[in-house]
Nanobody
């Protein structure tokens, strides 16, 4: 099984930056993709960015050019560098991972506990 722990959230002024980190722990798995979702107040959870196989990435249109997702496969850690933050970026950010158990083709999806990002002056 896989456990995900996020860090790096907090309060930042508009135009500021934050870097979120998510470390995956466990044994007997291989991560095929990691990403970030967010849930703004009163809204449904939405995709922010995904790092897939190889160097493939996918971003929500509203964060393109401002956010960058990266992954350290040796550390099983994914990062989200958030620049030029806007009040509408305020949300609980959740780490996500798709992982295959060693020796199988069984894919499971895992979620972190979430970290609060608040953009306000």
């Amino acid at each position: 099984q896989v456990q995900l722990v996020e860090s790096g959230g907090g309060l930042v002024q508009p135009g500021g930056s934050l870097r979120l980190s998510c470390a995956a722990s466990g044994s007997g798995f291989s991560i095929s993709a990691m990403g970030w979702f967010r849930q703004p107040p009163g809204k449904e959870r939405e995709l922010v960015a995904v790092s897939g196989r190889g160097s493939s990435t996918n971003y929500r249109d509203s964060v393109k050019g401002r956010f960058t997702i990266s992954r350290d496969t040796d550390k099983n850690t994914v990062y989200l560098q958030m620049n030029s933050l806007k009040p509408e970026d305020t949300a609980v950010y959740y780490c996500n991972a798709n992982a295959v158990r060693t020796g199988t083709s069984l894919l499971n999806t895992y979620w972190g506990q979430g970290t609060q990002v608040t953009v306000s002056s």
